[in-house]
């Protein structure tokens, strides 16, 4: 019997292909070197848990964007995706970008074209529970913007 | 005798539907058991019929609704084996229960120094509270070692005992992780030799096995009303009539007091001293006919319905490649927690909710178990009276299919 056929409803909503493609091969798993943004953070509710550190090139504009954790696969997709997407954007539009995905798992009406394939997440906003899993990687990200804003270039 | 499963089946009309296309199988028992109609329509003739306040007014429906509210309080008694109704005290879950036993007794009795023991297998429910009081009163906890099959270390608890000053000890008679029964009635003479009270957690266990508090011989026993068939915001506290008297009450205001006079006041006896307001007396009712349900089933059969069911289980999920079981086979209550190799608890989750099956995933609250076991979450299937055979395999069959979807290679 065909998954399509035992799944009738749920699971083609929540697990588009390129969300289970990022979940069976994560892009840029790892550490960077001389991080700006370091940071952990860990979802009591499931026990997930995510560092996202984050590299600035010589132009300014975000080099890389590394991550590791662990977590089921739409926490550990989503950070992959966002892994990729942020790079060369410059700290404040990857703050805007981060904003644009928190909208479009509120269900805010808008335009999210510019987020690509993290659209592929939209699926997520209509299982409420598993919006903590797809944006785990993205508070941690903005937490880490944030506390680099503050001054402390070096991250904990 | 075996249950006649396809007839108490019929007792249960949430079990009826159809979710996402399949037929519901309902395995996270352990977190709330679904009702049969006979308890949900003893609030319906409750409101409808006899809705008033107990303990007071001499009108037709406050006797009515009084006889009934004590009237379950003597059921749950009998359930458990308690030499009096008078004390069994209803509270609104199991949580209540062991911050009673914690507010009432523990934060007036303990000292600086003196001990708690409690342990890592403990639902945060019997773990947190003693925190609490270990913080107000500068007494200490500590915890039992588990040896790694997740089972309390018995030479440990030993040791603990024999570092002396233990005042109280806290753990739960089942696992609500590990499904595991802890050796109860031995644990409580040892703690009591040692000159400590015993508060025992047995929400995963009154639901599931004939009890007897005598035989147990606890001070305080906890238990929960919406795993066994009742209402939600319904659980008891049982103690030991001496120790009931003793402790003071969490809640004061109406009905928990014999005389008030601008000067003070002297409380009720036990159990009114802990049931301070109006209680929740539809819900208790309904828990009383809950009681009825499973009294008429055979608390006996009950448990060896679900030890067959668990026995199955444990024979089926053990044969899929990849999956761990955590826990001892045996002895234990009916549930069963295990992983998945390479797919998280909650994708698990989602592919068994598209087939209509549902189980909890998560840390069951009991984190520190979690950490022990060096998994951030378990999924847990948990069974009950009207469970099957066949639907486990039914959750055998879709985590086949969960495998198969998020391409699980061995």
Request: hydrophobic share 40%; net charge negative.
């Amino acid at each position: 019997m065909s998954l399509e056929a035992q799944h009738p409803v749920n699971l083609n909503a929540l697990y588009q292909e390129v969300i289970l493609d990022h979940f069976k091969r994560p892009r840029n798993k790892g550490t960077v070197e001389n991080p700006v943004v370091k940071k952990h953070l860990h979802n009591p509710t499931c026990g997930d848990d995510v560092e996202v550190q984050v590299s600035i090139g010589p132009d300014g504009r975000i080099d890389q964007v590394k991550w590791q954790g662990r977590g089921c696969s739409i926490s550990m997709a989503s950070a992959s995706m966002m892994s990729q997407a942020l790079r060369g954007k410059t700290l404040e539009e990857a703050k805007a970008f981060i904003q644009s995905f928190f909208a479009m798992m509120k269900s805010e009406p808008g335009d999210y074209r510019s987020l690509g394939e993290i659209q592929a997440l939209q699926g997520v906003s209509k299982f409420p529970v598993r919006i903590k899993c797809a944006t785990l990687a993205w508070h941690c990200l903005e937490e880490g913007l944030k506390e680099q804003g503050g001054g402390s270039a070096s991250g904990s | 005798m075996a249950l006649d499963v396809a007839r108490i089946r019929q007792d249960f009309p949430i079990l009826q539907q159809q979710i996402n296309g399949h037929p519901l199988v309902y395995l996270d028992n352990a977190a709330t058991t679904q009702k049969p109609r006979q308890v949900i329509q003893a609030l319906v003739d409750y409101y409808e019929q006899y809705n008033a306040n107990v303990h007071r007014g001499i009108h037709a429906l406050a006797e009515r609704a009084t006889e009934a509210y004590e009237g379950a309080r003597a059921k749950v008694a009998r359930l458990i084996g308690s030499p009096s109704p008078d004390q069994v005290v209803f509270t609104r879950n199991g949580t209540e229960g062991l911050n009673m036993v914690a507010y009432g007794w523990a934060r007036r009795r303990l000292k600086p120094g003196d001990v708690i023991i409690c342990s890592a297998l403990e639902h945060h429910s019997n773990l947190v509270p003693w925190q609490q009081t270990a913080r107000e009163t500068g007494a200490v906890v500590k915890y039992i070692d588990l040896l790694p099959d997740g089972t309390l270390n018995q030479e440990s608890y030993d040791r603990l005992l024999d570092e002396g000053n233990v005042k109280l000890v806290a753990f739960s008679v089942a696992s609500n992780v590990l499904g595991t029964i802890n050796p109860v009635t031995e644990m409580v003479a040892k703690a009591h030799r040692a000159g400590a009270k015993v508060v025992l957690d047995a929400v995963q266990a009154v639901p599931h096995m004939p009890v007897d508090v005598k035989e147990w011989d606890a001070d305080w026993i906890v238990a929960s009303g919406h795993k066994m068939l009742g209402p939600t915001g319904t659980g008891f506290l049982w103690g030991k009539m001496d120790l009931l008297e003793e402790m003071e009450p969490t809640y004061f205001g109406g009905s928990m007091i014999s005389e008030v006079h601008l000067s003070g006041a002297k409380w009720a006896k036990v159990p009114a001293k802990f049931e301070a307001g109006t209680p929740n007396i539809a819900d208790v009712i309904a828990l009383g006919v809950a009681v009825d349900y499973l009294t008429e089933l055979g608390m006996e059969n009950v448990h060896e319905h679900e030890k067959a069911l668990t026995e199955y289980a444990w024979e089926r999920l053990s044969s899929v490649e990849g999956v761990r079981l955590f826990g001892p086979r045996e002895p234990r209550t009916g549930l069963i927690s295990f992983d998945v190799d390479g797919i998280h608890p909650h994708d698990l989750s989602a592919v068994l909710n598209a087939e209509g099956i549902a189980i909890r995933v998560g840390h069951h609250c009991a984190q520190p178990l979690m950490e022990f076991l060096d998994v951030p979450a378990t999924n847990r299937a948990s069974f009950y009276i009207y469970n099957t055979p066949q639907e486990i395999d039914r959750l055998v069959e879709a985590l086949y299919h969960a495998k198969e979807f998020f391409g699980y290679v061995a």
